[in-house]
C-alpha cells in the first residue's frame, strides 16, 4: 500500500478506529457505548471504501453501512427503553435496579422482552450474526491489513464483549438466553458450510470468523463465563497470527 493515493489517510482512519475501540471496551455507560459503538461503525465504513474509485468496493461499504444501521436502530431504541424502565444508564445501576424490578414483577415483561431484543440487535449486526451477517464477506474488499485485523479478528469481537457485559441484564430472561443461543447455533452452522465454498481465501476468512463468532455466541447464551473467555483468549492470539501469515504472504 505504499504506493497507494491516501497512505496518511489509512492510518488516519486506523487511529481513529482505536481511539473509537478503545471508548467502546472501557465506557462505563449505555450512552458512551452507543458513542463509540457509531464512532467504530463509521471507521469500518471509512476503511472498506478506502478505495472508493472501485465499484466493488464502494458498494461493499453502502452494504455494511445500510446493515448495522438497523442493528444500531435497535440498539438505540433498546437503551432508551431500559432507561424508561429503570431510570438510569450506569451499567451496575442498571443491572440492580434491572434485577430488582424483574424479581419483583413490576415491570411488563413483554416491554422487557422487547428492549433485550433490541440491544441485542445491535451486537447481531455488528457482529456478523445470522441475519445481519451478509455485509461481512463484502467487507473484505477494503485493503487487507483491515480485512485480517478488523472485520475478520478485532472489531466483530468486541461487538459480542457488549452481550458479555450485558449479560446480568439477559441472564434473568430466560427467552432471551434461548434467543442468544439459538442465533449462535444458527450463526456457527451456517458461516462454516459457506466457508468451504469459498475460493477467494479473503471471504473464506471471513465466514470462519463468522463461525468462530456463533460458537462465542453459543457459549454467552448457555451463561457460560469460562467458555467466553478461552474463546476471548483465543481470539486474542488469533489476529497476531494472521497478521503474521498476511505480512508474509503480501
Request: proline share 4%.
Amino acid at each position: 500500500m505504499s504506493h497507494d493515493q491516501g497512505y496518511l489517510r489509512f492510518f488516519a482512519y486506523l487511529s481513529l478506529f482505536n481511539t473509537s475501540m478503545l471508548g467502546l471496551v472501557t465506557s462505563s455507560n449505555l450512552i458512551q457505548n452507543y458513542i463509540f459503538w457509531e464512532l467504530v461503525g463509521m471507521c469500518s465504513y471509512l476503511l472498506i471504501c478506502f478505495w472508493f474509485t472501485h465499484p466493488i468496493a464502494a458498494n461493499a461499504c453502502q452494504k455494511a453501512f445500510v446493515t448495522n444501521r438497523v442493528g444500531d436502530f435497535g440498539l438505540l431504541l433498546g437503551i432508551l427503553g431500559l432507561y424508561w424502565i429503570t431510570g438510569s444508564l450506569e451499567f451496575w445501576d442498571l443491572f440492580q435496579i434491572f434485577n430488582n424490578l424483574i424479581y419483583n414483577n413490576e415491570v411488563n415483561i413483554f416491554f422487557v422482552i422487547l428492549c433485550a431484543l433490541l440491544l441485542f440487535c445491535g451486537s447481531i449486526a455488528k457482529s456478523a450474526q445470522f441475519p445481519l451477517h451478509v455485509w461481512l464477506p463484502d467487507a473484505m474488499e477494503g485493503p487487507t491489513p483491515i480485512s485480517a485485523l478488523i472485520h475478520a479478528a478485532i472489531m466483530v469481537v468486541v461487538e459480542i464483549f457488549l452481550v458479555a457485559r450485558l449479560l446480568p441484564l439477559f441472564i434473568v430472561i430466560p427467552y432471551i438466553m434461548n434467543v442468544i443461543t439459538f442465533i449462535g447455533i444458527i450463526t456457527l452452522v451456517l458461516g462454516a458450510t459457506l466457508a468451504l465454498a469459498q475460493k477467494d481465501i479473503k471471504r473464506n476468512f471471513a465466514y470462519s470468523t463468522m463461525s468462530q463468532l456463533g460458537y462465542i455466541m453459543l457459549a454467552l447464551g448457555m451463561g457460560s463465563y469460562p467458555l467466553f473467555i478461552q474463546w476471548k483468549l483465543l481470539l486474542v492470539i488469533l489476529p497476531i497470527r494472521v497478521k503474521i501469515w498476511f505480512l508474509w504472504a503480501v
